[in-house]
């Protein structure tokens, strides 16, 4: 049997990641793909929800559980690879290194990387890409308002996105694709689908 293969969706808040899994799974409806995320419907997922909702914003804290949860969900990635099906995960290590490194607790790549260092690397990481004013708009139009604390959050991680990325493929040498999420739906799901033929 073919193995499958284990894609990951990445992008800031209001990037519309989610959106483009949504509408490539339903492109692909009747075929061996699969929804997934970050942090999982686990236990451990369900910790980082509520650390989250609560208000913890420890870099260390958060890094230490998303790499527990990942551990978990590489387990479940492995058995679902061996069997032939692929899937498409929203948000996975790339978003602990933009995330986990930035504010005045940041850790380095290298710590999280090490903290993740039983975590399955996806086979491709697709980062949709959106300049942090496009977000900020977005998610003012989901929400109704935002603070500024967090519309400089955004700002500082699209840059960490950057830089991110180019830490994962010059020294781990993962295959990254960029897709411009400035677009209609349809145009950044023409992309992605070019990019998974």
């Not at 989610?18 to 490539?24: A, E, Q, S």
């Not at 996975?92 to 986990?100: E, G, N, W």
Request: hydrophobic residues 40%; charged residues 30%.
């Amino acid at each position: 049997m073919e193995r499958g293969r284990f894609i990951a969706v990445e992008g800031i808040d209001g990037s519309g990641k989610t959106t483009l899994i949504r509408n490539f799974l339903s492109h692909k409806e009747g075929e061996d793909w699969i929804y997934d995320t970050e942090p999982t419907h686990s236990i451990s997922g369900r910790v980082i929800r509520d650390v989250i909702r609560n208000g913890t914003t420890d870099n260390l804290v958060l890094a230490t559980l998303f790499a527990s949860d990942r551990f978990y969900h590489s387990i479940a990635l492995r058995n679902k690879l061996d069997c032939g099906i692929k899937t498409l995960c929203d948000r996975c290590l790339l978003s602990s290194l933009a995330y986990q490194t930035t504010g005045e607790d940041a850790l380095e790549f290298e710590q999280v990387m090490k903290l993740n260092a039983c975590a399955l690397v996806p086979d491709l990481t697709i980062f949709v890409s959106i300049p942090a004013a496009v977000a900020i708009r977005r998610l003012l139009d989901k929400r109704g308002n935002m603070d500024e604390l967090e519309s400089k959050k955004i700002m500082t991680t699209v840059f960490k996105y950057n830089d991110a990325i180019e830490y994962v493929r010059k020294r781990h040498h993962w295959r990254v694709e960029i897709i411009d999420g400035n677009l209609t739906p349809e145009e950044v799901l023409d992309q992605l689908i070019r990019i998974l033929r």
